[in-house]
């Protein structure tokens, strides 16, 4: 009677399914992820004593030295603000306005800005500040 030799079983572990659900979670945070998106806008904000810490998932506003205003890094005129404000607005219920503005533009402007905003229904508009050294 012949025996037959025994070889050992090679232990092996296939990992490449294991990479594959690496890469899909990596790419469903990629995804849901939140971006807080800030113009390249050289802007010296006014400063405040009561500045505090605004709201991530408000839209922002931008109006700088030269009195352009911006939204969504788009320049935008005075009169399609009101406009394109309430697409915004309907697509997130919660979100606010944040007007960043530079510290030279006249007041006019800054409430110029703000009273579209708020004629295009947004119940909280803001106006972004430096907190004050001291």
Do not use: C, H
């Amino acid at each position: 009677m012949r025996y037959r030799e025994r070889t050992e079983a090679s232990g092996t572990l296939d990992i490449s399914p294991l990479i594959d659900i690496v890469f899909i979670l990596l790419i469903f945070f990629m995804v849901t992820t939140t971006f807080v998106k800030d113009m390249k806008l050289e802007l010296e904000r006014p400063n405040a004593s009561s500045a505090s810490p605004a709201s991530t998932k408000a839209i922002r506003l931008y109006i700088d030295k030269a009195g352009d205003t911006y939204l969504d890094g788009e320049p935008i005129r005075i009169w399609l603000i009101q406009s394109k404000l309430r697409d915004l607005l309907k697509a997130s219920a919660e979100a606010g306005v944040l007007v960043v503005t530079d510290e030279g533009v006249p007041a006019g402007k800054l409430v110029e800005v703000v009273d579209q905003a708020r004629l295009a229904g947004a119940r909280n508009v803001g106006v972004a500040t430096q907190k004050e050294a001291g």
